[in-house]
């Protein structure tokens, strides 16, 4: 029998998320192409998602 | 003395704080445990009755008698990333990493001991109750009969997960649910089911704390919402002043957890009642900073770039 509430999980569209930033190891910051760093553009961050409460939801039960 | 970020290398909720840090001129190492073995490097010393260890990463080196705090924030499963990975290698290197951790005398935001104990939701609604929240009336069984009971008692109720969605499966998500007493809770004896009474609400409410520090936020409900993280409403967090009797309640909650971050989510009800919902321990605040301006990423950075444990909080809050 299947749980009661898996009866309520519902598909959801994973998106394939493609950050325009990259990890700079010696600065241990994402930067953009330009090198910038990616926290300077706040509008890309919150385009993004990923600082949103359902983006680590998959590997993590506390967001 | 340096402060560790433990968290992935994409998290740029962390780098917010990272910058932070590197503004005030704050030594960081940030480390994935995910890395280690391989990336990373791991010794630490038990001699002659004294300890040392050291931990390096991309040309980074820290020394635990140089660690000021430990922030972990989205740490990756320890060995996740080698070349030979397993559940063993995993399991070891958890030891070696969190043990020399737990050797070295610093501050933990959160310390993953009380973190935890924090993630466990049927613990979080009794020390909301001896915190003095308003928590909505809740039950957490296998037993259908009961389920019934509690649904047919509050008419109006909610299911939701207590452990959020099935990792195995990232196309399915589990948003909270209404559901009513005409439901067949026969299913309920298959696996635990987490119901609660709706509370009827006209806004949510996310209030992230950072040691003594409160930064409330508010977003409309549209009408009939039910689980704010899902679906675009058109509404927008904005900062909210905190009630003082829930000011008075959030500091007994984190004395009594021993968390110093937490993640409140409340829901305001239509006499503007905030109902304890849930406390992430780990909770996301970039999106709250990004829409409220809010400088939650700088009082975390000051949080852990401080040097001295506060003395009016308990030892794993410090």
Known sequence: MRPFTLNYAVPQRVPAV??????????????????????SDRALLHAAGTTTSTAGSQTHFDD | MTVLILTSEQDVTADMVVA???ERGVPVMRLDPADLPGKAVLSADYAHGDFDGHLSVNGHVLSMAGLRSVWVRRPGEPAAHAAEAS??????????????????????????????????????????????????????????????????EYRDVVVKSASGPPPDD????????????????????????????YVPKRADIRLTCVGTRLFG?????????????????????????????????????????????????????EEGLWWFLEC????????????????????????LARRTPDRRLPESRR
């Open chain 2, 217 to 269: 936020a508010r977003k409309r409900a549209a009408p009939g919402q039910i689980d704010g993280r899902y679906g675009d409403t058109g509404y927008h967090w904005e900062a909210t002043a905190v009630p003082e009797r829930v000011v008075k309640s959030v500091h007994e909650y984190l004395t009594l957890s021993g968390l110093a971050y937490a993640a409140f989510d409340f829901a305001e009800d």
């Open chain 1, 18 to 39: 493609v950050t325009p930033y990259h990890y700079d190891a010696s600065r241990q910051l994402n930067v953009l192409p330009d090198g910038r760093l990616a926290v």
């Open chain 2, 87 to 152: 559940a063993w290698l995993t399991a070891e290197t958890r030891q070696a990493l969190y043990g020399m951790l737990y050797s070295a005398s610093t501050r933990w935001m959160n310390h993953p001991r009380n973190a935890d104990q924090a993630r466990y939701k049927p613990w979080q609604l009794r020390i909301a109750h001896l915190s003095g929240f308003a928590v909505p009336p809740t039950v957490i069984t296998t037993a259908p009969r009961v389920a019934q009971q509690f649904a047919e």
């Open chain 2, 20 to 22: 932070q840090l590197q």
């Open chain 2, 280 to 303: 992430n321990q780990g909770g996301q605040f970039g999106f709250i900073e990004l829409e409220t301006g809010q400088p939650i990423a700088e009082a975390v950075a000051l949080w």
């Open chain 2, 170 to 197: 990232p196309g399915l998500a589990l948003p909270t649910t209404l559901i009513g007493p005409d439901t067949d809770f026969s299913a309920v004896a298959a696996g635990p089911a987490l119901l609660q009474r």
